[in-house]
């Protein structure tokens, strides 16, 4: 399992390294996952809100088994990050243009906002971090109050740490149960519920007035 990481400048700082180290540790545990992280722009540095300075590789999506998107810089109107992206539109054009069969896109907090803006979450069930719920609804997105979001062919996370959770679903969807109890292990973290699975749990209700 290939898995890219887009990163951008402003991304918040955990929704990058928590889903980084699951990820790069399922790799150092011969589980056969590869992490990197990629630039639109790249290979660069990017600077992270917090100001962490990350090497990026270049973009290729068409590489990958799993795309997470990191979200950061959203709420209260912060001129960088997300808003910066969703302003610059370049992004969410390479995410709707990377989106093909067999692959998985998956998002971080406020990076589903991003996925959204790629015309990549409407109609679907997904989640985001709590403060931007309303946004995600009026970019389209069916709102889903878990902590992992799994539709198919997208999975999107609840806000910052739980991109934690997000890697090691994405570990056990692909590696099984006991990969994920492996890494939970070493991290010495269990993943958190709920997890909302699509052909498990009961649909998500149609907006009122919708058929279905």
């Known amino acids: 399992m290939r898995v890219d990481i887009v990163v951008f400048d402003g991304a918040d700082d955990l929704d990058v390294v928590g889903p980084f180290e699951v990820l790069r540790l399922a790799g150092r545990a011969d589980l056969g996952v590869t992490v990197r992280l990629v630039s639109l722009d790249g290979p660069r540095t990017v600077t992270t809100r917090g100001g962490l300075l990350l ?3 270049g973009w290729a999506p068409q590489e990958a088994d799993v795309l997470i998107v990191a979200g950061g810089g959203f709420a209260n109107g912060e001129n960088s990050g997300v808003s910066t992206e969703l302003a610059s539109g370049r992004l969410p054009a ?5 989106a093909r069969p067999g692959l998985v896109l998956a998002s971080v907090c ?3 906002l991003l996925l959204a803006a790629a015309g990549l979450l409407a109609g679907r069930a997904c989640t985001t971090h709590h403060r931007a719920v309303a946004d995600l609804v009026a970019a389209g997105g ?14 999107t ?29 070493i991290l010495e973290y269990e993943r958190r519920e709920p997890l909302w699975r699509a052909g498990v749990q009961p649909p998500v209700p149609a907006a009122p007035g919708e058929d279905r």
Not at 94 to 98: K, P, R, S, Y
Not at 159 to 185: F, H
């Open 94 to 98: 390479a995410l709707a243009a990377a």
């Open 55 to 57: 090497p990026a590789a």
């Open 110 to 112: 406020t990076g589903a």
């Open 142 to 155: 069916r709102h889903v109050d878990a902590r992992v979001v799994d539709d198919g062919d997208l999975v």
């Open 157 to 185: 996370a609840g806000g910052i740490t739980s991109g934690l959770d997000l890697a090691l679903w994405l570990v056990e969807r692909y590696r099984g149960a006991d990969a994920t109890a492996l890494l939970q292990s």
